[in-house]
Nanobody, 124 residues
């Protein structure tokens, strides 16, 4: 049974940084496309970023481009999301997700595995 465990969220001020981590166990992590999504109160879950199985290809939502960086360490079965210059509108529960087929999609339904989520709150 593959499990994803998100961590690293917290309460920060606008302009601060956070690094989220997602540790995978029980599967073939190095074959998965990994993504980060977020969900603010009263809103639908939205795409934030994804990274290919090799780490050679990354993609970002326009709202975070230039501020967030996704990376992965296949030896540690972990994907990261470095978030800089955080804004109050970045406040949400952040979820990591795995596309076990290694596709390159930015939609929730393409990802079969999900972490439990980690809360990020940015105060102004």
């Amino acid at each position: 049974q593959v499990q994803l465990v998100d961590s690293g969220g917290g309460l920060v001020h606008a302009g601060d940084s956070l690094r989220l981590s997602c540790a995978a166990s029980g599967g073939t992590f190095s074959r998965y496309t990994m993504g980060w999504f977020r969900q603010a109160p009263g809103k639908e879950r939205e795409f934030v970023s994804r990274i290919s199985w090799s780490g050679g290809s990354t993609f970002y939502a326009d709202s975070v481009k230039g501020r967030f960086t996704i990376s992965r360490d296949n030896a540690k079965n972990t994907v990261y999301l470095q978030m800089n210059s955080l804004k109050p509108e970045d406040t949400a529960v952040y979820y990591c997700a795995a596309d076990v087929h290694g596709n390159s999609y930015d939609v929730v339904y393409a990802y079969e595995l999900w972490g439990q989520g980690t809360q990020v709150t940015v105060s102004s």
